[in-house]
């Protein structure tokens, strides 16, 4: 799965002026973050990481996992309308796990109380890797979903404009032509309006929902500036201010500082760390509004690993979609071997089995964020020392993915340029709009390809482990 630029990695020079324009253009396209050094402060940036250069992906997967995108939209909406399902998949893990139990008790509360929003917007992110299984033919298989804060579609709308530069200025033009466009921060801004729109108030404002430490903010900037350029009006706020400042009218309208809020675009919450005792309440209060929350909590349930291994089993997915045989066959086909390790029997034997041969399989907990999963002789060890607790149910287990390593630079600031071998992952972007029953938007909006090199198990371009790349399609 070679892409034409085995001579360029053989000439050091040209490596080294490519690297130099690299930097250039991608701090002229924006493709920036904040320092570790000041990650609240624009006064001091640098460019994002990324590669020299594109990565060769197979056109017949790329358009796969595009072709199938629509249907997850379709999937994760109808996982978080089926409240028997949810409380039925999650149900030993909100025994053991208490992030997903403090999120299953604020939806049950919401659900006990009666839902206030009628409008649902659904921004995720579906992750795959390239399989070169027993016979070395490459397979699309999903990683997982991001059903809440999916990141980086902003800088990646930016990104391939970088490649296509370096492209020409290493003489490669007609490469640089080939080249996708992209610009996922548009289609996801397209569906933040969309459910602005429906929720019918033009006064009301977008509030995205923050993080403390915010060096990802040209990301959102990307998409804030799209709604910006359609009249709608931003805010940005955090957990501690929604405490402080939130407040809930008669018809349940959710109020910030004196304006009526619409749309709580979440980019914070995903995380145990990024809730105390405030802002577990600050929650519940968004949750019980008529805001658009994306995602509402019972979305970000249906993002969870159990609910990911649940789906796997036979006639899951044909329960969730009924009447949509094709669907099913298109979302099975990109499912990796995932595993239960719920107590009892079938648990006992699967915890055996990867104890036994631990290289095979990925050790998953229901967390979302990157740099959480565990590999080889770390799943040896904690599942040794769980396997006899029901806390192994907190985990769930995956097939390893293998896929065909490739050369190429990782470009970081402050880093030596040192060549790679190096394997990517592709995520496409989704946003879906439901009105009631009736679904308004489905769509795959765009795509983000990261890359990172073999020796990181884990992690994602936040977790500083992996860079924004660009497909070359071969």
């Known amino acids: 799965m070679a892409a034409p630029w085995e001579d360029v990695l053989r000439d050091e020079t040209a490596v080294q002026d490519a690297a130099r324009v690299a930097v250039d253009a991608a701090l002229l396209a924006g493709v920036l973050m904040r320092t570790e050094g000041e990650p609240n402060a624009s006064d001091v940036v640098n460019y994002a990481p990324f590669t020299l250069l594109p990565s060769a992906v197979p056109r017949a997967l790329f358009e796969q996992a595009y072709a199938v995108q629509q249907d997850f939209n379709l999937l994760v909406d109808a996982i978080s309308q089926n409240k028997e399902f949810l409380e039925r998949t999650l149900a030993s893990t909100i025994k053991v796990d208490d992030f997903i139990a403090r999120l299953f008790r604020i939806y049950m509360q919401v659900l006990e109380e009666g839902l206030a929003q009628s409008v649902f917007l659904g921004i995720n992110r579906s992750d ?17 979903i991001n ?19 370096v492209l020409k200025v290493l003489g490669k033009s007609k490469e640089a032509s080939r080249l996708l466009p992209n610009n996922p921060s548009k289609g996801l801004a397209l569906g933040i309006a969309k459910a602005w729109e429906l929720y019918g108030s033009p006064s009301a404002v977008v509030m ?40 809930l009218d008669d018809a349940r309208r959710l109020y910030m ?10 980019r914070e919450g995903y995380v ?44 899951t997915l044909e329960r969730l ?5 094709e669907a099913v066959a298109r979302i099975r086909a990109t499912f990796a071997g995932l595993y239960s390790l719920d107590v009892g029997e079938e648990g006992d034997k699967i915890a055996a089995m990867a104890i036994t041969d631990p290289d095979r399989f ?33 985990y769930i287990l995956m097939d390893k993915i293998k ?45 983000l390809l990261r890359t990172k090199a073999i020796e990181h198990a884990d992690g994602g371009v936040a977790a500083g482990v992996a860079v924004l790349d660009t497909p070359y399609l071969v």
């Not at 500082?257 to 979440?266: H, I």
């Open 321 to 325: 979609l009924p009447g949509r045989a």
């Open 272 to 315: 145990p760390k990024n809730y105390d005792q405030q802002n577990w309440e600050a929650r519940l209060l968004l949750e019980r509004s008529r805001a658009v929350k994306c995602p509402d909590i019972a979305t970000q349930l249906a993002g969870t690993k159990k609910v990911q291994q649940e789906l796997s089993q036979p006639g």
């Open 403 to 447: 896929p065909q390593p490739a050369m190429n630079y990782l470009l970081r600031a402050h880093s030596p340029l040192q060549v790679s071998e190096c394997i990517s992952e592709l995520g496409i972007f989704g946003v879906y709009v439901r009105q009631g029953k009736e679904m308004v938007m489905n769509e795959a909006t765009g795509h």
């Open 362 to 394: 990925v050790l998953k907990p229901q967390r979302e964020g990157g740099g959480n999963n565990l590999y080889g002789e770390e799943l040896r060890q904690v599942l040794e020392k769980i396997r006899d607790s029901p806390e192994r149910t907190s």
């Open 147 to 165: 059903t809440i804060a999916a990141s980086f579609g902003g800088l990646t709308s930016r990104t391939a404009a970088v490649h296509g530069q």
């Open 257 to 266: 500082d004196g304006q009526e809020v619409a749309v709580v675009y979440y």
């Open 208 to 247: 995205f929902l923050v993080e403390e430490v915010q060096r990802n903010i040209f990301d959102q900037r990307c998409v804030e500036n799209e709604l910006w350029n359609r009249n709608i009006r931003v805010i940005r706020r955090r957990f501690r201010d929604v405490f402080e400042k939130g407040s």
């Open 128 to 144: 795959y890797m390239f399989d070169c299984g027993v016979d070395g033919t490459p397979a699309l298989k999903q990683i997982e």
